[in-house]
């Protein structure tokens, strides 16, 4: 086991901070450096190369000597450089994770060598999806991210093969990124006694047969995940949330996928995005999209306004169509106001305070000053004001209570000088409210009497 700070200072003047995570094929760290009182963060990945000691000694069995075991793992270690160098031509790509730099450091008096890979610090879509669940615009938004790193791919004649939430990273911003290309791969044809089943899970048939394959593997195990996260964090064939999850009900759901049965329907979302998604998913590969640009321009010709984000929107961005739409039963389904009223744990606050809430924006009327220094009261709405708030991190919350009030009685805003929700609207409320208040006890004295 390899222990990075030994290599301290990395590339001269990066530190190790923090272990992110640990896969079957390496580590990852969260790294910094400070220059001119500024802090730099990153993450390195460290691979050894052999993984472990186990696959020495199976090549070794296999008849290789010291120098000729020394050279057959350094293949490997060549062809990794190679997808790192790939990997490197893709930087600065926003939908490609963005590798900064690499070193190679070869292991004293044995056989191995450790590879140092610095990158952009991201979040794991693994590790995103168990703080919040995806709703249907996320799910929309990465189809339409990772469409564009493959249509890249396919500029440098590259099939990815190996499309899965790990290898899925989301930015600060919100923007989500393709990783690993094939580094994966190289080092798992090092190892001895590999097991392939995270992989397995979103394979494409002809990648898992062992078939010719061209790049619509790549857009069925897109399709793969994207089924996983509309579905109720369930792959096709599984278990309906929230039924518990066997080996055996992965196992059956990979030989279903294998065998060509067709994939059920994903309930409870968009008819044209599920249309989308089983057409990825196809078993037949030449009813699948042809490549990613044409899965890209299926996915942006949907609708959004028909596209799920949050069951609360924001009152400026509610269209007619919104407002006026109705459930099975006749009833609105949007129904009820936030007042912005909200008691948290305060565990659950500081988790999801590490959470980039989305902007809205509501059009205003801004005072501005024209170009004679004199200031200018617009009649109509120029500006458009930016905020986030509270309610979009509902959805990360493990447990919520709604408690409905009548608003005459709990709500009385201020929030403009003049008119409604100003000061005056908000006294008349007060006054109402505490009328009726005393009502109210007039009513109980009298019956007491009675």
């Known amino acids: 086991m390899t222990d990075i ?25 969260k790294v910094h450096k400070e220059e001119f009182g500024k802090i730099y963060e990153a993450a390195v990945k460290i691979i050894s190369i052999p993984q472990s000691e186990a696959d020495i000694i199976q090549a070794k069995s296999e008849g290789l000597n010291d120098e000729s075991a020394r050279s057959y793992f350094q293949a490997f270690v060549t062809d990794i450089i190679q997808e790192i160098d790939l990997m490197s031509a893709f930087r600065g790509n926003t939908n490609i994770v963005s590798l900064e730099d690499h070193k190679v450091i070869e292991k004293s008096g044995e056989i ?3 590879i140092l890979i610095r990158m952009e610090l991201l979040n794991t879509l693994s590790s995103y999806v168990t703080q919040k669940p995806m709703t249907e615009a996320e799910v929309l938004k990465l189809g339409i ?28 911003y919100g923007d989500y ?7 994966a791969r190289q080092i798992e044809r090092t190892m001895s006694g590999l097991s392939k089943k995270g992989t397995y899970q979103y394979m494409a048939p002809e990648v898992f047969k062992g078939e010719e394959y061209g790049a619509s593997v790549d857009t069925y195990s897109l399709g793969i995940v994207m089924y996983r996260f509309l579905n109720k964090n369930r792959g096709p064939f599984m278990p309906e949330f929230p039924n518990p999850i066997t080996p055996n009900d992965r196992e059956n759901s990979l030989r279903m996928r294998m ?38 321009k299926a996915l942006e010709s949907l609708d959004v306004k028909n596209i799920s984000s949050s069951p609360i929107i924001e009152y400026s961005e ?49 005072k501005y000053m024209n170009e004679k220094g004199e200031v200018v009261v617009p009649e109509k709405p120029n500006a458009i004001k930016f905020e986030s708030f509270i309610f979009d991190a509902f959805m990360s ?4 209570v709604i408690m409905r009030v009548k608003r005459e009685d709990e709500f009385a805003p201020v929030k ?19 009328r009726r208040q005393n009502n109210k006890e007039d009513d109980k004295e009298e019956e007491l009497e009675r």
């Not at 990825?280 to 890209?296: G, I």
């Not at 099975?328 to 389904?333: A, F, P, T, W, Y």
């Not at 403009?416 to 505490?434: C, I, M, Q, V």
């Open 397 to 400: 919350m493990d447990s919520m």
């Open 177 to 183: 990124k393709l990783g690993d290309f094939g580094i």
């Open 318 to 366: 509610i269209t007619d169509e919104m407002a006026s739409k109705v459930d099975k039963d006749g009833n609105l389904e949007y129904s009820e106001s936030h007042i912005l009223c909200n008691m948290f744990n305060i565990k659950r606050l500081e988790k999801i305070s590490n959470n980039k809430l989305p902007y809205h924006f509501a059009k205003k009327a801004a």
């Open 112 to 114: 191995g060598w450790d």
């Open 416 to 434: 403009n000088k003049e008119g409604e929700d100003s000061p005056y609207t908000a006294r008349a409320l007060y006054r109402s409210f505490y």
């Open 5 to 29: 700070k030994k290599y301290e200072p990395l590339w001269g003047s990066w530190y190790v901070d923090d272990k992110l995570g640990e896969g079957s094929f390496g580590k990852v760290y």
């Open 145 to 172: 991210n990772i469409c564009q790193a493959l249509e890249l791919c396919a500029k440098h004649n590259t099939i990815h093969r190996d499309i899965k939430p790990d290898n899925i990273f989301i930015s600060q």
């Open 259 to 296: 065998s060509g049965e067709i994939l059920p329907s994903i309930k409870n979302i968009n008819p044209e995005l599920n249309n989308i998604v089983l057409k990825a998913c196809a078993y037949d590969r030449n009813k699948r999209f042809k490549d990613a640009s044409e899965m890209k």
